[in-house]
C-alpha cells in the first residue's frame, strides 16, 4: 500500500511538471507568432499605405470634381431654377422683338397706304407651299374682293426716299375667297429689272436660296455694287418702278459678253405674313 501511494504522489508530480512546462512552451511560442505577425503586417502596411494614400487623393480630388462640375443639390437647384427664369427672358425678349418689327411694319404699310391709291386691299397669308422661303403661297382674297389674275403683290418698304412699294410677286389663281400667289423667288418667275440710276435693264432668272440672279442686257452698263433695282415694266407682268432689291454682286463673264449681277430682296421671304394687292396687268 505504501508503495502504490509513493507512485501515485510521484506521478501527480511528474504530470505538473509537464503541465508546467507545457504552458510555458505555449506562452513562448505565442509571443514569438506574435512578433512574427507584428513584422508581417508592417510589411504589408509598407506597401499598401502609398497605395491606399494615391486611391484616397484620387477619390477626393474626383469628389471635388463632381461638385464643381455638377455641383451639390442646392447649387443644382438654383442652376435649374436660373434655366427656366432665363428661357421666360429669353421668349419676353423675343416677344418684345416681335412686337417692335410689327409696328415698324404696321407703320410703313400704314404710310404707304395713305399715299398710294393704286393698292386695292390687304391680305392674310394662309398658307404656303413647303420649304423656308415663301416661293408660293394663298391670301385670303379671291374674286369676291375683286382679285384678279395677275394682280401684283407687294409689301411695304423703307428707303432713303421714305416708304415705297416692294415687290413680292403676282396672282397666279384666284378663287371666291382666296387665291394663290407666286413670289419672285419661285423659280419660274422671271422679273424683268433696271437701274432706278439709269434706263440700263435686264431680266432676274436664277435663284441661290434668298438671292436673285439674272444678268445685264447691255454688258457694257454702269452696274455696282449697292445700286437699286426696279421693275422695268418690260414681259407684260410687273408695272414699271416697283423696288426689287438691291445689287450685291457684280461677276463679268471671262469672254465679257455677259454682266452677271446678284439681288438681295429688302422684304423676308422666310417670314411673311400679310401682304398688299395692287392693281396688274389682268393675265387671263
Do not use: W
Request: proline share 1%.
Amino acid at each position: 500500500m505504501a508503495k502504490f501511494g509513493y507512485n501515485n504522489k510521484l506521478r501527480k508530480r511528474v504530470f505538473f511538471f509537464a503541465v508546467t512546462l507545457f504552458l510555458i512552451l505555449t506562452i513562448t511560442i505565442s509571443n514569438n507568432n506574435k512578433t512574427y505577425m507584428s513584422i508581417g503586417e508592417n510589411a504589408i502596411g509598407t506597401v499598401i499605405t502609398p497605395v491606399n494614400k494615391v486611391f484616397y487623393v484620387i477619390g477626393s480630388k474626383f469628389k471635388e470634381s463632381v461638385h464643381y462640375v455638377f455641383g451639390t443639390k442646392k447649387m443644382r437647384e438654383d442652376n435649374q431654377r436660373l434655366t427656366v427664369e432665363n428661357a421666360k427672358l429669353r421668349k419676353n425678349v423675343d416677344n418684345l422683338n416681335k412686337v417692335i418689327s410689327d409696328k415698324r411694319y404696321l407703320q410703313e404699310e400704314y404710310e404707304l397706304l395713305s399715299k398710294d391709291r393704286a393698292i386695292k386691299t390687304k391680305a392674310f397669308i394662309t398658307g404656303k407651299d413647303p420649304g423656308n422661303i415663301f416661293t408660293r403661297f394663298s391670301i385670303d382674297k379671291g374674286s369676291m374682293d375683286k382679285i384678279k389674275k395677275g394682280d401684283i403683290v407687294i409689301e411695304a418698304v423703307s428707303s432713303n426716299d421714305g416708304i415705297e412699294k416692294g415687290l413680292v410677286g403676282v396672282v397666279t389663281e384666284v378663287g371666291l375667297n382666296h387665291s394663290k400667289v407666286d413670289t419672285i423667288m419661285n423659280s419660274g418667275n422671271n422679273v424683268g429689272f433696271r437701274l432706278a440710276k439709269s434706263e440700263d435693264v435686264g431680266i432676274l432668272n436664277e435663284k441661290e436660296k434668298d438671292i436673285l440672279k439674272g444678268y445685264m442686257y447691255d454688258s457694257n452698263a454702269d452696274v455696282k455694287v449697292g445700286d437699286i433695282l426696279t421693275t422695268s415694266g418690260l414681259g407684260g407682268v410687273y408695272p414699271r418702278d416697283i423696288k426689287i432689291g438691291e445689287v450685291t454682286e457684280v461677276i463679268k463673264t471671262k469672254d465679257n459678253f455677259t454682266k452677271i449681277i446678284k439681288c438681295k430682296s429688302q422684304i423676308n421671304f422666310n417670314n411673311m405674313y400679310r401682304v398688299l394687292i395692287v392693281d396688274g396687268q389682268g393675265v387671263n
